[in-house]
């Protein structure tokens, strides 16, 4: 009963303190209420932070504007009977619906010409908005309220199970409703429209990514302090078995473990411990042990390798494939050099100059270092040539190029 009043005196303190700040600041609270913003030139900072701390008024983003909570608008709209900004409904698809016919009247007043009509209706976007995302960050900061207060207040661990499972079945429902909202779709509703796309698109999924964010936090918290609560539970449940063995059996004594023969498993679980020993080879007798235990040591089955009939290093061929890669460098800066020779050709063909040279080349491996060399080059000095590469693609449904033949030319000044 104590804890109840003390409660309830807690409530209407603060109750008080809320509804005196509501009155104090009444004008510039209406003016936020009729604008998009509170004009701050009416709050001292102090009455500011006081505002902010009592949820009436909150910032949507850092560098935003200060805005009437959800609730605090609702209250108002309910008292004045305004039912152009009171919401029935308050689930994201019922405002997901009147995000959709508001762009429809914007639409419909920006083709008209009606500018003041357009002005209201990106107002009251604005304002919807801010409802759906003040709701969600109402709803996670009540589960934050939730974790440092209701299960602090909690006494038996099962209420505190229970507590957090509701919680975690509220996280779930915002999750769902998070998921309704679609982003291709608002990008199709608000077109090529830059104050749409920045209200519903740029800003909301900035302000969706930091709920996702919170959530997780807040999951991550109620995970672990569920395990807490498990492990507290289970040794709860231990201490409360054994007062209840020792009620039904107040005569009961523990046995002495340590003096028994056959110890319980239970309580056997120390590790055994391995005696350590040292032969002392300064000692007769262990000299002896010790080399009868040497000569009854099994011989081994196989036969070592000789050294000698271990294979070398095949560096050789190594070796050839340098030179190979070498050869074929020099004839590809070869043809390089029969196109500088004639300068005034429309350009020699790699594959032609590949037969009549008589190289033994394929001719893939031919193109590839021939196209690689071209790329090797400095800038300055890959503007000198012109390479024209003949390709077709690998079929009508497939855009694979493959190169066929490659023609080099002397670009001259």
């Known amino acids: 009963m104590r804890d109840d009043h003390e409660l309830e005196s807690r409530l209407i303190t603060t109750g008080v303190e809320r509804l005196a700040l509501l009155g104090k600041h009444a004008d510039a609270l209406m003016q936020g209420y009729s604008r998009d913003e509170v004009p701050l030139e009416a709050l001292s900072e102090t009455a500011l932070r006081r505002l902010l701390a009592a949820r009436i008024v909150w910032r949507p983003d850092d560098h935003g504007g200060v805005k009437l909570t959800p609730r605090v608008r609702e209250l108002i709209a309910e ?7 009171r919401h029935v409904n308050a689930d994201v698809g019922e405002t997901l619906e009147l995000l959709r016919s508001l762009v429809q009247s914007y639409r419909e007043a920006l083709n008209q010409g009606e500018h003041w009509r357009q002005e209201q209706q990106l107002l009251r976007l604005r304002q919807a908005v801010d409802d759906l995302n003040g709701r969600f ?6 589960l934050w309220q939730r974790l440092n207060s209701d299960f602090g207040f909690v006494s038996r661990l099962n209420d505190k199970i229970r507590e957090n499972d509701r919680a975690q079945k509220q996280i779930v429902r915002l999750l769902d409703g998070l998921q309704l909202i679609d982003f291709n779709e608002l990008i199709e509703l608000v077109g090529t429209d830059g104050a749409l796309r920045k209200l519903l698109i740029s800003q909301l999924q900035r302000q969706l990514s930091q709920h ?15 395990a807490r609560f498990r492990q507290q539970q289970s040794r709860s449940r231990l201490v409360s078995g054994m007062a209840a063995f020792l009620r039904e059996h107040p005569s009961f004594v523990p046995g002495n473990y340590a003096r028994r023969s056959e110890v319980p498993e239970l309580v056997n679980q120390a590790t055994p411990l391995t005696a350590a020993a040292a032969p002392a080879l300064d000692h007769e007798p262990d000299t002896r042990v010790l080399t009868d235990l040497l000569h009854q040591l099994p011989a081994p089955m196989h036969k070592p390798r000789e050294v000698a009939a271990a294979r070398p290093a095949e560096v050789e061929e190594q070796s050839l494939v340098a030179a190979r890669q070498q050869a074929l460098k020099q004839d590809v800066e070869s043809f390089y050099l ?3 020779d004639h300068p005034d050709s429309s350009g020699i063909s790699a594959l032609a100059y590949l ?9 893939e491996i031919w193109l590839f270092q021939v196209i690689a060399e ?7 000095e890959q503007r000198a040539f012109r390479l024209r590469q003949e390709e077709t693609r690998a079929s009508a ?3 694979v190029r493959l190169i066929h033949d490659v023609t080099l030319q002397l670009i001259t000044v």
């Open 355 to 363: 037969q009549e040279s008589g190289l033994e080349w394929g001719e």
């Open 374 to 380: 071209y790329q090797g080059l400095p800038r300055s």
């Open 338 to 340: 029969s196109v500088i």
């Open 397 to 399: 449904f497939n855009d």
């Open 79 to 85: 008292m004045l009977a305004d039912e152009t900004r």
């Open 212 to 226: 996702y964010t919170s959530l997780r936090e807040v999951q991550s918290r109620l995970t672990e302090l569920m």
């Open 137 to 142: 960050a109402d709803a996670i900061d009540s």
